[in-house]
């Protein structure tokens, strides 16, 4: 049996293999499947396996991660934090440092008062950078949320529920714990062109919930398959939910 990535079609390489979390990661796409098989160190080519099936190995608590299970409760917590985000906050505060500038100029500054600038101009001035102040608004609420945000994912009293904070954002959600079926990972991939016209991809981790044949996503945005895969193995093991196929899940081909 040859494997091969589902996203691009490459085989496998050994170095794809990561036997003890049971998933592949494709070094051509970056795409995460799981393995169907106890493949061995000493398999000479991963291409070419001989398969049977593995129940998959825990996954460690990944960085920004931390876990509470008392058995009655479960909570798992991720901080936002990481520290790209330190670069997005020196560029946010020259970002907004500009137009608070500019508008100092337009209002208190030589433009300003009765001798500056007529008001038909200073009005064109004032309207001018809007859309950067909309950037500017936006990059800085990013910002402070990614320094300052964790998503708590808390199962009690029957309901599991997801919330971001402490700056408001969007995924808040409530689900039934007992109308949960299935509880599996997706992975997307993202493309981007640059301006020099080549593509890159990145590949992003979503965790969903299955009620009624629908899918709730849970988080969404991790940036390495064992985030996701953590988060799936605690909440299954804590609600006692077999692990089962699910369409579009990371599974292997």
């Given amino acids: 049996m040859q494997l091969t990535c589902g996203q691009c079609g490459a ?3 050994a170095a794809d293999l990561h036997l003890d979390r049971g998933i592949a990661v494709c070094s ?16 000479p080519n991963a291409s070419e396996t001989t398969v049977k099936q593995k129940p998959q190995g825990d996954v460690p608590v990944p960085d920004r991660f931390t876990v509470e299970d008392n058995g009655q409760e479960l909570i798992i917590r991720q901080r936002w934090f990481h520290w790209a985000l330190l670069f997005l906050l020196f560029f946010a505060i020259a970002w907004d440092s ?7 100029m337009l209002t208190s500054g030589p433009f300003g008062g009765n001798d500056g600038m007529p008001g038909p101009f200073k009005l064109v001035f004032f309207v001018f950078p809007i859309a950067h102040v909309a950037v500017g608004v936006g990059l800085t609420y990013f910002v402070l949320a990614g320094l300052l945000n964790s998503t708590v994912i808390r199962v009690a009293d029957g309901i599991l529920s997801v919330r971001h904070g402490p700056i408001p954002w969007c ?3 409530d689900l039934p714990t007992d109308e949960i079926e ?5 992975n997307k991939l993202h493309k981007s062109r640059n301006d020099d016209g080549h593509t890159t991809t990145s590949m ?10 629908q899918k709730n996503k849970l988080v969404g945005g991790l940036h390495e398959a064992d985030q996701a ?8 093991r804590f609600l006692n939910i077999e692990d089962r196929p699910v369409p579009g899940e990371m599974t292997a081909t």
């Fill in 204 to 213: 992003q981790y979503e965790v969903h919930a299955v009620i009624s044949g």
């Fill in 182 to 186: 299935q509880i599996y990972c997706q």
């Fill in 28 to 43: 051509a796409c970056g795409g995460v499947q799981r393995l169907p098989v106890p493949i061995t160190s000493d398999t």
């Fill in 171 to 173: 995924g808040n959600l």
């Fill in 229 to 236: 895969l953590f988060v799936e193995q605690r909440l299954e």
């Fill in 11 to 13: 085989p496998f390489r």
């Fill in 98 to 104: 500009f137009l608070v500038g500019w508008y100092w």
